[in-house]
């Protein structure tokens, strides 16, 4: 548990090379306590070196980078102590059952046989594994699998939790499970989550996001201020009157707002929030509005030439 408001993640000018290859170019990253933060960017980015480095398995070639408090550099075990780390490739242990997996990890950090049990028994509970964590793992689908790496890596009640494509491989449903429950945690223990993913949905449910590409930054903030940021929602209107409404949406409010064979069309940096304004000065009679607006698949292909969904 962090204290509201602290920083979780902070990062200046950290920097990877590998031979001749510069993998992470100077990152600047703040991580605010209890955020869900998603690292987005196309492959060969940069995402899993940055997390190598922020989980101590990498070492920085520059800068630095604290994370839950200490210094990866020079408290590294400190830093090891206080997080959590979910591979792209499962690591349990298909011989053992879940129960034992989560054992033997709490054990290996040190936590009291008691405390151990009784921490096993609620995460499994909590991810949904609580009729099944006497079953050995070589039983479990992917899905579950996954949902027991997440118990395992909160096992010793990380401050930050790093999530390397936590979900890459899975069904939909099990997807939206294993998000389900690190909302939970999120409300329940404040658990900082670092997260990559390619898929859209699971950026949606980021309370930020940073998009790298060829070991930079090139956007970051909240999923609804990035796709503003690349420009205007369109809002469709049916009405009795198009011409008239028109022209009155661009007296009043200034926006480009015009009228086709489908309606009126308005260009409007907020849409969802300027309609409740917009009816309240119209008074022509409307019988349909859309607001369409820019996907995070646009933010992605606005800022690296990909799609999020083809990386
Ligand atoms: N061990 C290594 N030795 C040499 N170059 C490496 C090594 N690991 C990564 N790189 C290079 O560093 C760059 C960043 O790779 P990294 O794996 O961090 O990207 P990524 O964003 O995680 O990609 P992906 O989405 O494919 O996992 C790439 O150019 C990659 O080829």
């Not at 196309?42 to 990498?58: Q, Y």
């Not at 690591?91 to 053992?96: F, I, P, Y």
């Not at 930050?160 to 899975?170: A, I, K, N, R, S």
């Not at 304004?277 to 933010?299: F, I, K, N, Q, Y």
Request: with cysteine.
């Amino acid at each position: 548990m962090s204290a509201p408001g602290s920083t979780a993640i902070r990062t200046r000018g950290l920097r990877r090379v590998y031979g001749g290859t510069v993998a992470v170019h100077g990152l600047d990253l703040t991580v605010a306590a209890g955020e869900k933060f998603g690292f987005l960017g196309p492959n060969g980015a940069g995402k899993s070196t940055t997390i190598g480095m922020l989980s101590t398995l990498l070492r920085p070639s520059g800068g630095r980078a604290a994370v839950a408090g200490a210094d990866v550099a020079h408290r590294p075990d400190e830093v090891r102590r206080r997080i959590g780390v979910v591979f792209q490739d499962p690591s349990t242990d298909r011989e053992l059952t879940g129960w034992q997996n989560l054992y033997f990890h709490g054990r290996l950090h040190g936590m009291p046989r008691r405390e151990v049990r009784a921490r096993a028994r609620s995460l499994l509970d909590l991810v949904g594994l609580a009729d099944r964590g006497d079953a050995p793992v070589g039983s479990y689908s992917g899905g579950m699998r996954r949902r027991l790496e997440v118990a395992r890596a909160l096992m010793h009640r990380p401050r930050v939790l790093f999530l390397d494509e936590p979900t890459t491989g899975l069904d939909p449903q099990s997807r939206s499970q294993v998000w389900q429950k690190l909302h939970e945690l999120g409300r329940r223990d404040g658990v900082t989550v670092f997260l990559t993913t390619h898929y859209l949905e699971e950026a949606e449910n980021c309370d930020r996001i940073a998009v790298m590409d060829h070991g930079r930054l090139v956007a970051q903030g909240t999923p609804h201020a990035l796709k503003s940021a690349i420009g205007a929602d369109v809002v469709h209107l049916r009405t009795d009157d198009d011409r008239s409404t028109a022209r009155s949406i661009r007296e009043r409010f200034g926006l480009d707002a015009e009228a086709t064979p489908e309606g009126v069309r308005v260009g409007a940096a907020d849409g969802a929030g300027w309609v409740p304004r917009l009816c309240a000065h119209l008074t022509t009679g409307v019988t349909s509005v859309t607001v369409t607006r820019p996907s995070l698949d646009d933010v992605f292909l606005h800022h690296t030439g990909r799609s999020l969904r083809n990386p």
